[in-house]
């Protein structure tokens, strides 16, 4: 008998999260620890404000925002701030960009995207 892969992923914010969806996706059977009782607090927390989910700013201003910009830079060119919008997208959630260059989802609210 095949037995399904099986990953766990320590930590439940949204780096963990996209985390365990890739993993997801890849066919592993995921589980997720997280110290709080449930996963996406802080995420949910970050989105009473309006959730400020990326820039809409061209690649290397982006990758200034980052201590290490050489070695950020390059993880960036495979997930950069457009890659993530049109996974937001994916999900069913419109983004909109902000008078101050921050991109938002529409109804500036974490709990779609959780």
């Not at 607090?41 to 809409?56: D, I, P, S, Y």
Request: aromatic residues 10%; proline residues 4%.
């Amino acid at each position: 008998m095949l037995q399904k892969k099986q990953a766990i992923v320590i930590g439940g914010g949204p780096a963990g999260l996209m985390a365990a969806e890739q993993l997801a996706l890849a066919g592993y059977q995921v589980d997720v620890y997280d110290t709080m009782p449930s996963v996406g607090r802080k995420f949910l927390r970050a989105g009473v404000g309006g959730l400020n989910l990326t820039h809409a700013e061209n690649f290397k201003d982006f990758c200034t925002r980052y201590s290490q910009e050489d070695i950020i830079g390059r993880w960036l060119v495979e997930f950069d701030q457009q890659v993530l919008r049109e996974w937001v997208t994916s999900l069913g959630i419109e983004t909109f960009t902000g008078s101050s260059g921050r991109v938002f989802p529409v109804h500036l609210k974490g709990s779609p995207l959780l």
